[in-house]
């Protein structure tokens, strides 16, 4: 595998476990020195163990709760001092619940935003003094495709992905003479403890799911697949390398979707 990512610093969140670990693990295999980041101190052990293996680059953790002010300022501080800065931020953290809309409580509205989009505004805020200083920076932030397309008993979820639609949008604009790009991906039908266990509701209609299934069949995968026809996280993790790459460098302000042809 090529070295792309060689002498580049990469800070991933969510990386204890599904797309996260699967992005962490490429971008080592590639050459970037990874810190991984997460709030699951065990995920990070799992990432960091099969990093050891994985390639010529190199892989640190540090526990961050995203939605925490000041967990998200001391990772951010600590990874860029370890680094000696921070030339790509990937936001792989997130979280998902469902329910009746009616039914959810304002308290998981506002955990799931507050992890979701509030926790990836704290990320690039603070991430963004070093990307400015590296004159390549890179974002990439991770919407869904429940941010277009009608994911019912989601709805906190599918406007906090919303919201990172809109915002990568405004970063990328704002920030473009800085040298800095932001992209993000739009995953469905992709295999991980978030959509082995979306916690649906008893009564939820499931045949509203069964217009998005993906079109195509997707590669052999080393996840455990929970639902036949998804992808796994590794089909993410690909397109991030790319797009966090020289390889992506004319692609900014847009998003790409992950789905297999399932919201078509």
């Not at 670990?21 to 709030?39: F, H, I, K, P």
């Not at 697949?225 to 966090?244: K, Q, T, Y």
Request: hydrophobic letters at 45%.
């Amino acid at each position: 595998m090529d070295n792309r990512f060689e002498n580049r610093r990469v800070i991933i969140t969510g990386a204890g476990s599904g797309i996260g670990q699967a992005t962490s693990l490429r971008l080592v295999a590639e050459g970037a020195a990874v810190v991984a980041c997460d709030v699951h101190q065990e995920g990070l052990d799992r990432t960091a163990e099969r990093a050891r293996t994985t390639g010529p680059g190199s892989l640190s953790t540090h526990v961050v709760d995203v939605s925490d002010e000041s967990s998200v300022t001391e990772c951010v501080g600590a990874a860029t001092e370890e680094l000696g800065g921070i030339d790509i931020l990937v936001n792989a953290a997130g979280i998902l619940r469902s329910a009746h809309t009616h039914e959810l409580s304002l308290k998981e509205w506002n955990r799931i935003i507050g992890v979701n989009l509030t926790g990836t505004f704290l990320m690039i805020r603070d991430a963004i003094p070093a990307l400015k200083v590296s004159g390549r920076g890179v974002i990439v932030n991770f919407s869904s495709t429940s941010a277009t397309f009608a994911h019912p008993y989601m709805a906190a979820y599918a406007a906090s992905k919303g919201g990172i639609w809109s915002l990568t949008h405004t970063v990328a604009a704002e920030y473009a003479k800085d040298g800095i790009r932001a992209v993000s991906v739009a995953p469905g039908s992709i295999s991980s403890g978030m959509t082995a266990a979306p916690g649906l509701p008893s009564d939820a209609d499931l045949s509203h799911y069964a217009r998005v299934q993906p079109v195509i069949e997707a590669l052999p995968s080393d996840a455990d697949l929970s639902i036949p026809g998804m992808a796994g996280p590794e089909a993410v993790a690909g397109v991030i390398a790319m797009l966090a790459s020289d390889d992506g460098a004319f692609i900014t302000g847009t998003e790409i979707r992950i789905d297999g042809g399932a919201h078509m």
